[in-house]
């Protein structure tokens, strides 16, 4: 249902839910900490919540620890005017909002632990009348568990797991929906979709979101919510898998990939999206484990995406081995981070080739990573490896390798510095040339 429509898929009270005056924001990493400062920069009094006292202590000095444009700024303006202090532990608030990790486990099933460990914290200063909403990516049931663990926490406390409407506290989903380089035009303008254990939590719960979301509110059973997020980026993954294969079957027939899909898109209603080294991120490489841990007979197809898209990076990896020239002593990989234009590196399938590059002993290998400062340790401890900005690779007769489209090495290309004669692209850098 949205905020302003009548109820589609549930009978939600038409008396619109107060706005907080106080929210708490537990997770102050790529979703948490910009979902705080927009929320902060309405007036609100927010408390930012992290385990890492470092983090807490860069955010109140009105700094922040990711790449991200513009969160500089709006972080050290709500920091100043006072609307946004963080600290190590929760603070008694009227909303509370969950947005710490969700990782797998060796065996791919869901790793819960941060989020019981943010909903126990959150457990000793609850109040009758908060609303706990979580954001964290999550399987199908999360939201009711969550319901479990803050009732052993407060067993004098009702939740509406099992008291329905007439509950003490409000409990909903809400996923975050958002594109890293995007986040804070995207959290304000994407519509948001809000899954409430009862109807009045999932009112409460809109009252929290339409203090800062432009975006339509659309209401729905909490199941549905958790699932929405987890079917929109199984998805993508399915799509670019199909996309990696189709560049296999190029390779093969000695077809341009890049011109193939170029064309094929000319079909009306044919979108193919663009190969690359793989998948990455906290949530495309992720999601899908989530539902297909779950129900691994019903999920096939989503088994197979992920098979092909986890072993694209080695396929890469091997394309480049064989490209290259007998008796090789240097390459320069363009990119390290899991898409373009960002810092994170979680899951990034240029990482993945760049270390199965480094591991083969043939050569050493210039990074060039414009966003990051560092190499990962067990990359920059291997000692054939070396970060190196874009001028210094160019300079060296080396193969180049594109494995991320940085704005900065599209723009090398189009002024002619980046010559496309020396490089091997998985990326459709050299198409910038044209």
């Known amino acids: 249902m949205s905020d302003n429509q009548a109820p589609?898929?549930?009978?939600?009270?038409?008396?619109?839910?107060?706005?907080?005056?106080?929210?708490?924001?537990?997770g102050l990493g790529y979703i948490g900490l910009p979902t705080a400062a927009v929320i902060a920069?309405?007036?609100?009094?927010?408390?930012?919540?992290?385990?890492?006292?470092?983090?807490?202590?860069?955010?109140?000095?009105?700094?922040?620890?990711?790449?991200?444009?513009?969160?500089?700024?709006?972080?050290?303006?709500?920091?100043?005017?006072?609307?946004?202090?963080?600290?190590t532990e929760p603070r008694a608030a009227d909303a509370f909002l969950i947005a710490v990790p969700t990782p797998l486990r060796d065996d791919d099933a869901p790793d819960l632990s941060y989020v019981e460990a943010a909903v126990r914290s959150v457990a000793r200063v609850l109040e009758?009348?908060?609303?706990?909403?979580?954001?964290?990516?999550?399987?199908?049931?999360?939201?009711?568990?969550?319901?479990?663990?803050?009732?052993d926490e407060c067993p004098n406390l009702s939740f509406p797991d099992h008291a329905g409407d007439a509950a003490d506290i409000r409990v909903a989903h809400c996923p975050e929906r958002v594109m890293p380089g995007q986040i804070l035009r995207e959290l304000v303008e994407n519509d948001r979709v809000i899954g409430g254990v009862s109807d009045a939590c999932a009112e409460a719960a809109m009252a929290v979101y339409r203090c800062f979301v432009?975006?339509?509110?659309?209401?729905?059973?909490?199941?549905?919510?958790?699932?929405?997020?987890?079917?929109?980026?199984?998805?993508?993954?399915?799509?670019?898998?199909?996309?990696?294969?189709?560049?296999?079957?190029?390779?093969?027939?000695?077809?341009?990939?890049?011109e193939l899909v170029r064309l094929a898109n000319r079909h009306p209603r044919v979108n193919i999206l663009k190969p690359g080294p793989g998948v990455g991120g906290h949530c495309i490489a992720v999601d899908p484990w989530l539902l297909i841990h779950d129900a691994p007979e019903q999920t096939p197809l989503m088994q197979t995406a992920r098979r092909i898209n986890d072993e694209q990076p080695a396929h890469v990896a091997g394309r480049v081995l064989a490209a290259l020239?007998?008796?090789?002593?240097?390459?320069?990989?363009?990119?390290?981070?899991f898409k373009p234009n960002v810092d994170d590196l979680r899951s990034s399938p240029a990482?993945?080739?760049?270390?199965i590059l480094s591991r083969s002993g043939q050569f050493d290998v210039d990074v060039v990573e414009p966003h990051v400062n560092a190499l990962p340790a067990p990359?920059?401890?291997?000692?054939?490896?070396?970060?190196?900005s874009l001028e210094h690779a160019l300079q060296a007769d080396s193969t180049l390798v594109g494995l991320v489209r940085h704005d900065a090495f599209v723009s090398a290309v189009k002024h002619g510095r980046l010559p496309v004669d020396r490089l091997l692209d998985f990326v459709s850098l050299s198409s910038a040339a044209s």
């Open 128 to 151: 009758p009348g908060n609303v706990v909403i979580l954001e964290s990516t999550s399987p199908v049931g999360a939201t009711e568990q969550l319901c479990q663990w803050l009732r």
């Open 41 to 87: 920069s309405r007036g609100i009094s927010v408390a930012g919540v992290d385990a890492n006292s470092e983090v807490v202590e860069t955010i109140n000095r009105g700094e922040v620890q990711i790449v991200e444009p513009d969160l500089d700024i709006v972080v050290r303006s709500v920091v100043s005017a006072g609307n946004l202090h963080c600290h």
């Open 325 to 337: 020239p007998e008796g090789v002593k240097r390459i320069a990989c363009l990119g390290l981070s």
């Open 214 to 258: 432009r975006g339509e509110l659309i209401a729905t059973d909490v199941r549905t919510a958790e699932m929405c997020k987890l079917a929109e980026n199984a998805f993508r993954d399915v799509n670019i898998a199909y996309a990696n294969e189709l560049s296999r079957v190029c390779d093969q027939h000695g077809v341009d990939v890049w």
């Open 351 to 355: 990482l993945e080739v760049v270390d």
């Open 379 to 388: 990359i920059a401890e291997r000692g054939n490896v070396r970060l190196v």
């Open 8 to 26: 589609q898929h549930s009978a939600l009270s038409t008396q619109h839910s107060r706005a907080p005056a106080r929210v708490c924001v537990v």
